[in-house]
């Protein structure tokens, strides 16, 4: 409801998002539509695509590039969660079970690949070249944090500027993406191209550092995917990294990463960041510092109620249970 407050000024163009997402699942493959459909349905946000229509929104909005170009995006982002739940072995995703839990990992991987080449497609369908280079230097770089973050699982000797690298790559370029496609294809001048592109990398760090700690103090009705994710993979988030400097003397984190165990007592450390209102508190002061630099050249953009919606989505990322 909050979201569709925000969305406003782009509303009936986000609806065509919608309708065009349900039309790539009509392929001539019964069984394919219905991962197609499965990936994409359920509590989805379409927080990316919402960015791209609201980034084109300060020069010549230009539907017929822009359509294209959240679809791909959406697309895009959706792949890479078919992925990560595979990998991660993940039950749940948008309030639904998961495309590996249904159907089997190997139809993940499969269909994760399928939709990176449909979000390359409606990408090239613009016809520029600065956004086809762009989709693939971005799909470079994700995969270059997931595999960082794959390599470092359960590695506790990690700081903060390796954590807000991997952050950077993994879920900022995306956000980089989509602000910077959208006002290239509405023929933005450069200055304010990079306005955009410097709200959605601050914007992105933001967003998974609450992730980060949705990820132990949200709710799984809520979120519509599993709490204690991060550390049943070995993922090393700011609230660990909190837990290690705050609790220098408990041993159970340390455990769970050194016999990198199934059975080691996950809800223990669970409840310990619940139950540290410090350490909670750190973590939305860090989101919030980044939001605060996303929004601080947006004045320099025309004023405008897609402007407005910038500022209040990047507040909102603050205060999001899901
Ligand atoms: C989840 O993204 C993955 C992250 C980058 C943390 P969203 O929270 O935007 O997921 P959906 O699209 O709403 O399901
Ligand atoms: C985002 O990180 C994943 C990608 C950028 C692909 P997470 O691993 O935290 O995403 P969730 O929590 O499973 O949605
Ligand atoms: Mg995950
Ligand atoms: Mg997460």
């Not at 990560?84 to 269909?111: C, Q, Y």
């Not at 496609?181 to 992105?204: C, M």
């Not at 002061?285 to 025309?302: E, I, M, W, Y």
Request: glycine letters at 6%; proline letters at 3%.
């Amino acid at each position: 409801l909050e979201l569709d407050r925000i969305y406003e000024p782009i509303r009936e163009d986000l609806e065509k998002v919608e309708q065009g997402l349900q039309k790539i699942s009509h392929v001539d493959f019964a069984f394919l539509s219905q991962l197609i459909g499965h990936s994409l349905k359920g509590s989805a946000k379409r927080i990316r695509p919402a960015l791209t229509l609201l980034s084109g929104k300060f020069y010549d909005y230009n539907l017929n590039l822009l359509l294209p170009m959240a679809m791909a995006v959406e697309i895009m982002h959706t792949a890479t969660l078919v992925h990560d739940d595979a990998i991660d072995k993940s039950m749940v995703r948008r309030g639904k079970p998961t495309i590996n839990k249904l159907w089997g990992e190997d139809k993940a991987v499969l269909l994760g690949d399928y939709l990176f080449a449909e979000a390359g497609a409606f990408t090239a369908s613009t016809k520029n070249l600065r956004v086809i280079n762009l989709f693939a230097e971005t799909l470079r770089t994700i995969s270059n944090g997931e595999l960082n973050q794959a390599y470092n699982a359960f590695n506790l000797k990690q700081n903060r500027e390796q954590y807000y690298q991997r952050i950077a790559k993994k879920t900022s370029s995306l956000f980089c993406m989509v602000t910077e496609s959208g006002s290239a294809l509405s023929q933005a001048p450069e200055e304010s191209i990079h306005i955009l592109i410097e709200y959605g990398y601050n914007f992105g760090i933001a967003f998974q550092v609450v992730d980060d700690v949705l990820d132990f103090i949200g709710s799984e009705e809520e979120l519509g995917k599993p709490i204690g994710s991060d550390l049943a993979q070995g993922t090393v988030t700011l609230p660990i990294m909190l837990l290690l400097e705050n609790y220098p003397e408990d041993e159970s984190l340390r455990t769970l990463f050194e016999s990198r165990s199934e059975s080691t007592d996950k809800k223990h450390i669970i409840e310990m960041v619940r139950n540290s209102p410090a350490i909670i508190k750190e973590c939305y002061q860090v989101a919030a510092d980044f939001c605060g630099r996303a929004c601080t050249n947006l004045k320099r953009l025309p004023e405008n109620p897609a402007r407005q919606s910038l500022i209040e989505l990047a507040d909102f990322t603050i205060r999001r249970k899901k």
